[in-house]
């Protein structure tokens, strides 16, 4: 598990990504799905799953994933905001439309910490 700030590709996000894997649970027409979140921020995140077949669309579909170092599963309702499907993986770009306070609060809390850490890192890096 690792996480940086995100430097590669246009920015079309209105909140600076940091870098991410974690597993988690997305469901689609309350069919589970498998995926790995690559990057996450406040307002949204990246996913990459497998290619399926036949896999519906939906305008909102559910998240269930855990933040790394919390113990507290965070679910949330995400809209699809973009699709690429190749061959081997299927990325997925996702906006948060819905989660309980407390769960923004810990997402808020991680990303910005995530943040500090990463500046204080960059600011005063360590040689070995």
């Given at each position: 598990?690792?996480?940086?700030?995100?430097?590669?590709?246009?920015?079309?996000?209105?909140?600076?990504?940091?870098?991410?894997?974690?597993y988690l649970n997305q469901?689609?027409?309350?069919?589970p799905y498998r995926a790995?979140?690559?990057?996450?921020?406040?307002?949204?995140?990246?996913?990459?799953?497998?290619?399926?077949?036949?896999?519906?669309?939906?305008?909102?579909?559910?998240l269930e994933l855990e933040?790394?170092?919390?113990?507290?599963?965070?679910?949330?309702?995400?809209?699809?905001?973009?699709?690429?499907?190749?061959?081997?993986?299927?990325?997925?770009?996702?906006?948060?439309?819905?989660?309980?306070?407390?769960?923004?609060?810990?997402?808020?809390?991680?990303?910005?910490?995530?943040?500090?850490?990463?500046?204080?890192?960059?600011?005063?890096?360590?040689?070995?």
């Open positions: 598990m690792y996480d940086i700030s995100s430097q590669d590709g246009p920015n079309r996000r209105n909140d600076k990504r940091l870098r991410l894997q974690v469901y689609i027409k309350d069919r790995l979140a690559v990057d996450i921020s406040e307002s949204g995140l990246a996913i990459q799953k497998l290619t399926e077949p036949v896999v519906p669309h939906a305008p909102i579909i559910g933040l790394p170092g919390t113990s507290e599963l965070i679910w949330a309702a995400a809209e699809p905001r973009f699709d690429a499907v190749g061959r081997d993986f299927h990325v997925s770009g996702l906006r948060f439309r819905a989660m309980a306070r407390k769960h923004e609060r810990l997402l808020r809390d991680y990303v910005r910490e995530r943040r500090l850490r990463i500046a204080r890192l960059l600011r005063f890096p360590r040689y070995a």
